[in-house]
């Protein structure tokens, strides 16, 4: 009977052993791992994952996603705040063992959409007739498409156009920029003035307005020659006159009398539309040594419009 039992014991445990390998649990296998190829920065991802249906419950999925993130389950999602190559790896495990699998994602930049910084014009302001050179500053995704209306019902699609306006004004230039994921509009203004005759840049003296004895009313003869400055100051913008009136000696009360010789001009200019911040006026009294103006000795008697521009002669 001893000799029986000890031949059955090592087969029982041979058994024994067999059946509870065959018992173990089936451990899971990794069958596809999938997620897109290409990420925009805070772009959402998909990430999928399959394993072998006889793999025995419960079964524990884990992603890591390259950037110190983690996820579970065989569907999840992931956004990346920086761009570069990431890899992931999906890994399954269960009682009876592991698998595990990698891909990689590209993270590229988002879009951006055309933004513009800065619009100019050069020179402004400009003379009518002189060509205005337009200038930006645009980001953006290229390629990046340029639309400007000048305000005087003209167009052009480069970067930097150049424009000529033909009338005096104010103009209010607009520029629309845009790519494939945005637009973006910006204005500036443009003042035109008039071209001015080229006497506005060479006269150096007008006419001067002579008068009676003792007396600073304006005659005949001296509004006709007062005329022909007051015409040039009107198309002049550039100039200011400075009126100086002058008293011969022996007239009453020179100083006065100068002083409203002066005035009587400057009221002629005033009255011819030239406004009142382009003349100064100043009495000098008494003319002193000889003056080169024509008009015999009432030359003595007289008021002077002296033009400056850009406040000097």
């Not at 079964?59 to 956004?79: P, Q, R």
């Amino acid at each position: 009977m001893p000799a029986r039992r000890s031949f059955w014991l090592p087969l029982l445990l041979v058994v024994g052993g067999l059946l509870l390998a065959g018992c173990g649990a089936t451990a899971p296998v990794v069958q596809s791992v999938s997620g897109p190829d290409t990420l925009e920065t805070n772009e959402s991802g998909t990430f999928e994952a399959s394993i072998n249906q006889e793999a025995d419950a419960p079964v524990t999925y884990t992603w890591t996603f390259g950037d110190g993130s983690t996820g579970s389950g065989l569907l999840t999602n992931h956004s990346y705040g920086s761009t570069g190559l990431y890899s992931i790896r999906f890994e399954a495990s269960n009682e009876g063992g592991s698998d595990a699998d990698t891909i990689s994602v590209r993270v590229v930049p988002e879009p951006q959409p055309a933004s513009i910084t800065s619009v100019n014009a050069a020179p402004n302001p400009v003379d009518e007739g002189e060509s205005v050179r337009f200038s930006s500053n645009v980001q953006g995704d290229s390629p990046v498409s340029y639309s400007w209306s000048f305000g005087d019902g003209s167009s052009a699609m480069s970067q930097s156009p150049t424009h000529t306006y033909e009338e005096p004004g104010e103009y209010t230039a607009r520029l629309r920029a845009s790519n494939e994921v945005g637009e973006d509009t910006r204005t500036v203004t443009v003042r035109v003035n008039r071209a001015l005759p080229e006497v506005c840049t060479t006269i150096s003296e007008m006419n001067s307005a002579f008068f009676d004895r003792n007396s600073s009313t304006l005659t005949e003869e001296a509004q006709s020659s007062l005329q022909e400055n007051a015409d040039i100051l009107a198309d002049c913008t550039n100039l200011t006159v400075r009126v100086e009136g002058f008293a011969a000696p022996g007239e009453r009360n020179e100083q006065s009398l100068s002083s409203d010789r002066a005035e009587a001009v400057a009221a002629f200019y005033r009255n011819n539309g030239v406004p009142g911040s382009r003349i100064m006026t100043s009495g000098q009294g008494q003319v002193e040594g000889v003056t080169t103006k024509k008009g015999g000795t009432r030359q003595y008697r007289r008021a002077d419009s002296v033009p400056q521009r850009d406040g000097g002669m």
